[in-house]
């Protein structure tokens, strides 16, 4: 009796497997990387803003501390803090305190601000020892009511740091609008 002759089970070879891997995790770190940028989270934007945030406790703390008042100048691409000095009457840089200086935004990164409702033009004032700041921080740890708001791309992703109804600074959750444009 003679058996039909069987034909060998074909498989896979371990190139072939290894080939498809490879195609699956190029297409998946293309994905990752395409919705991080398109509308993903802004690290650099929510770092920013965090830092901001901290900055303005740190100073309101230590205007409490100090019992002398503080301020914030602000310009659409940078932010100074400065405190009043009471024996020369003028706002003047905070020099002993290298937290609070100068700093200038990341590129892309703009402010807009808001002084009880009102906007308020950010630019380099036309004196360059003029230092009167938009944001004051007084002494008693109360401040001028104010919207701060830094931005990526004309708004398309920003971060509004105001005042609670308790008097705390806060920041209120990332906007993005690039997610809403996406799904429409």
Known sequence: ???????????????????????????????????????????????ESERLLDLLNYAREQSELQTREFGVILQDDSYEFVSYDVHRGIWRSVFEDDTLRLRKLPYGLDLKLRVETRPVVLKKPADAKDKTPQVMIFSSGDLTQFELTLERDSGLRSVTITQDDKGNIVAKPMIDTTVKENRA
């Not at 995790?25 to 770092?47: C, H, M, Q, T, Y």
């Open 1 to 47: 009796m003679r058996y039909p002759r069987r034909q060998a089970a074909r498989g896979f070879t371990l190139v072939e497997i290894l080939v498809v891997v490879v195609i699956v995790g190029i297409l998946s770190a293309g994905f990752l990387l395409s919705v991080n940028l398109a509308g993903g989270s802004d690290p650099e934007l929510r770092k």
